[in-house]
């Protein structure tokens, strides 16, 4: 490949209009295959099976996480990620077919992680001795508290409430949102790869490498590397890994290194059964306490939040028009189905948009919602079948940080984009957007600098409730921006104001026949529009 350089003459001398970057695409350019389009079937399920690998790293984190916590053995931990794979396919499924209809991943959500805890330490539940029956008592409690405050998202969602509150978004307030859902996710990134540096640095170079240095090569006139870099990269690097968990060189390593380093320290696949089937209420009957759902309340609202911004990113990466209003408050109605269905099935922890898979959107260039949909078919054939699905769940997690590196940036990046249909050189405009961001990286930082130093959230009154509210909703870096964002973008009036917003490009989209391509890209199937009328 030959790259053409420009010497400084030729720059001195070129048009204003030859230096700029005029935003002139609805849709980004670039992707091989956008929403609605397809690569061959081949094509198809090894790139399902990629964005099935992919989000094995949170379908495995969270109840490694929560499960000990509750009580439970490394048996019962095999059985919730069983089931969380389970629930997160029905999930994509239900969300790439009747929600927005856009190639996103449902997966587990960590903003559930302190009210689940809060659960945990509830004192009649610390006071029980056996730890199995600790166990199925927690989960049941976290179930009833999903099952009660899903209906937060299925109410805001289908009578198009959140509809309404879109309304008042621009691409100046969306920036700091779907750039914070990406980049506030750094301590998921290299931290972890620094627990494990000689199998997480090598997996984030190759992963690199691959992707991008040569994604130009081709074998058939297929650019392998570019569509398959985490299948290879993270074959190459597992192979690695377990030549040194078998040489013992992890043999002396602390606890914390051994997790993230070893290959057979998740104990899944010894533990989880050959064929197993999950199905709604296999803990028991769920228990409900106003306490505990009020807490899990505000998680809900986080995730709805972050949800609504990867939503936007993901419709950037695939190649569709931004979603208006009417499929965004869809989405979340569908959204609240699955947390339902968490609740129902016992996953630990609520469902969101998975980040890394849309991330993987833009790394691979393929939007397909068939591939989507293919990588749900194998959450659950491999759910079901419990020893062969654990076998990809053994995978390091320092392997994962190494990708999400990449692909949390990607996602970042995107919500950055948004800033090209605004008139940056306002500086009410940079004024939202810089305090916005700050806000959005500094409030959580100290929440957790807190916690970390502190052992205990920084909220930490007699009612409980108020404590997972304040903790949960300020630990999330994109709902802090999104708050922030929204109050300044829609307070601070100034003239010209909505066109320095972009809200003439965004105008658009704000309704469904808007533009012809929002209807090809989100209609229902099956002829269902007519039982959902557009507004």
């Given at each position: 490949m030959v790259f053409e350089e420009v010497s400084p003459m030729e720059m001195a001398n070129m048009k204003p209009e030859e230096i700029t970057h005029p935003p002139i695409m609805d849709q980004l350019a670039g992707m091989e295959y956008c929403v609605d389009s397809n690569p061959s079937w081949g094509g198809c399920i090894m790139l399902g099976f990629q964005h099935f690998i992919l989000c094995l790293g949170t379908a495995v984190m969270i109840p490694t996480l929560l499960v000990p916590l509750m009580g439970g053995n490394a048996h019962d931990k095999a059985i919730v990620v069983q089931t969380v794979l389970f629930v997160t396919g029905i999930n994509t499924l239900l969300q790439t077919l009747f929600g927005t209809r856009l190639p996103t991943v449902i997966g587990g959500s960590y903003a559930f992680?302190?009210?689940?805890?809060?659960?945990?330490?509830?004192?009649?539940?610390?006071?029980?001795?056996?730890?199995?029956?600790?166990?199925?008592?927690?989960?049941?409690?976290?179930?009833?508290?999903?099952?009660?405050?899903?209906?937060?998202?299925?109410?805001l969602g289908y009578s198009q409430l959140w509809g309404l509150c879109c309304r008042f978004f621009s691409p100046l307030g969306m920036v700091p949102v779907v750039a914070l859902v990406g980049i506030g996710l750094f301590e998921r990134g290299f931290p972890v790869i620094a627990s494990c540096v000689e199998i997480g640095l090598p997996m984030l170079v190759l992963f690199v490498a691959l992707s991008q240095y040569l994604k130009h090569v081709q074998m058939c006139n297929f650019p392998i590397f570019e569509r398959f870099s985490v299948l290879i990269s993270v074959a190459l690097v597992w192979l690695y890994a377990q030549i040194l968990t078998v040489s013992g060189a992890y043999k002396h390593s602390p606890v914390l290194t051994q997790l993230n380093c070893r290959t057979d320290h998740a104990n899944l696949i010894t533990t989880a059964p050959w064929i197993r089937l999950p199905y709604p209420l296999q803990w028991g009957p769920p228990t409900f306490s106003a306490?505990?759902?009020?807490?899990?309340?505000?998680?809900?609202?986080?995730?709805?939040?972050?949800?609504?911004?990867?939503?936007q990113a993901a419709a950037r990466l695939a190649s569709a028009t931004p979603p208006p209003p009417f499929v965004m408050s869809r989405g979340i109605g569908c959204q609240g189905i699955g947390l339902l269905l968490d609740g129902l099935f016992g996953t630990v922890s609520g469902s969101t948009v998975s980040v890394e898979n849309v991330g993987l959107l833009g790394s691979t260039r393929?939007?397909?919602?068939?591939?989507?949909?293919?990588?749900?078919?194998?959450?659950?054939f491999f759910s079901i079948l419990g020893r062969f699905g654990a076998l990809f769940a053994s995978i390091p997690f320092t392997l994962f940080a190494a990708m999400y590196c990449v692909l949390f940036g990607y996602v970042g990046a995107v919500g950055l984009?948004?800033?090209?249909?605004?008139?940056?050189?306002?500086?009410?405009?940079?004024?939202?957007?810089?305090?916005?961001?700050?806000?959005?990286?500094?409030?959580?930082?100290?929440?957790?600098?807190?916690?970390?130093?502190?052992?205990?959230?920084?909220?930490?009154?007699?009612?409980?409730?108020?404590?997972?509210?304040?903790?949960?909703?300020?630990?999330?870096?994109?709902?802090?921006?999104?708050?922030?964002?929204?109050v300044l973008d829609n307070t601070l009036r100034v003239r010209n104001g909505d066109?320095?917003?972009?809200?003439p490009w965004w105008a658009r989209f704000r309704t469904f026949r808007g533009d012809s391509r929002t209807v090809e890209f989100y209609n229902l199937p099956f002829s269902l529009n007519r039982f959902f009328p557009a507004s």
């Open positions: 992680v302190i009210p689940v805890i809060s659960i945990i330490s509830d004192p009649s539940l610390m006071q029980i001795s056996d730890d199995h029956t600790r166990f199925k008592v927690a989960m049941r409690a976290i179930q009833g508290a999903q099952i009660i405050s899903s209906c937060i998202q299925i109410v306490d505990h759902s009020f807490g899990m309340m505000a998680a809900v609202v986080v995730s709805l939040i972050e949800s609504t911004a990867a939503f393929i939007g397909s919602r068939r591939v989507v949909q293919i990588s749900a078919a194998f959450m659950i984009s948004f800033m090209q249909f605004t008139n940056m050189n306002s500086t009410r405009n940079l004024f939202v957007l810089g305090v916005s961001l700050y806000l959005g990286i500094s409030i959580p930082n100290y929440f957790h600098q807190f916690t970390t130093s502190y052992q205990r959230e920084p909220a930490h009154t007699r009612a409980g409730w108020f404590n997972d509210l304040i903790n949960t909703v300020f630990s999330s870096p994109a709902t802090v921006g999104f708050i922030v964002s929204m066109r320095d917003r972009g809200m």
